[in-house]
């Protein structure tokens, strides 16, 4: 029996679960969500928890058996309290605004960027330089974080670019000046 699978998800106060044949639709304060669950799995509803359990011992049905059950979890989490990634942008000149749904970027480039949040996604951003990404959706917020940062990943010379706040650039050693040939 898998470790994580075999754990019941609590549904906190507002948040409502309905679980058809193979799909799990989960709506709260935050938002709703639906999940399609993979055959093999089986999701069941007792008052207030959700127990995932799987019908056979097939090698495919142990293996799905805690990933679904983590992303229910995290359904679950996502529509009660909502989930966030912040981003920090390094560089002279390098910034960023919210404008509507897009996310204006100033990263380097001959143009500004207009990054257009996906629906779901909502973005802040603090002293031009903190962007703060808010969602119910775990896996479209990890998604959008990583598109942004890849419009102008982190070099390892002076660290110039989007990185995650928790993210650590080992750096690199630039040219010596003057140390050798100065014959």
Known sequence: MSR???????????????VDHRAVHVEGPKGKLN?????????????NLLRIGREAEEREARALHGLTRK????????VSRGFSRVLE?????????????????????????????????????????LVTLHGADKQLLGKTAAMLRALRPPEPYKGKGIKYREEVIKRKAGKAVGAAGSA
């Open 35 to 47: 999940a399609e669950i993979p055959l093999g799995i089986r999701v069941e509803m007792e008052g």
């Open 89 to 129: 942008i390094n560089g002279v000149g390098y910034r960023a605004e919210v404008k509507g749904t897009e996310l204006h970027l100033t990263l380097g480039f001959s143009h500004p960027v207009a990054f257009p949040l996906p629906p779901g996604i909502t973005a802040t951003v603090e002293r031009q330089v």
């Open 71 to 78: 992303l229910l979890a995290n359904m679950v989490e996502g």
């Open 4 to 18: 994580i699978g075999k754990l019941p998800i609590t549904i906190p106060d507002g948040v409502k679960v309905v």
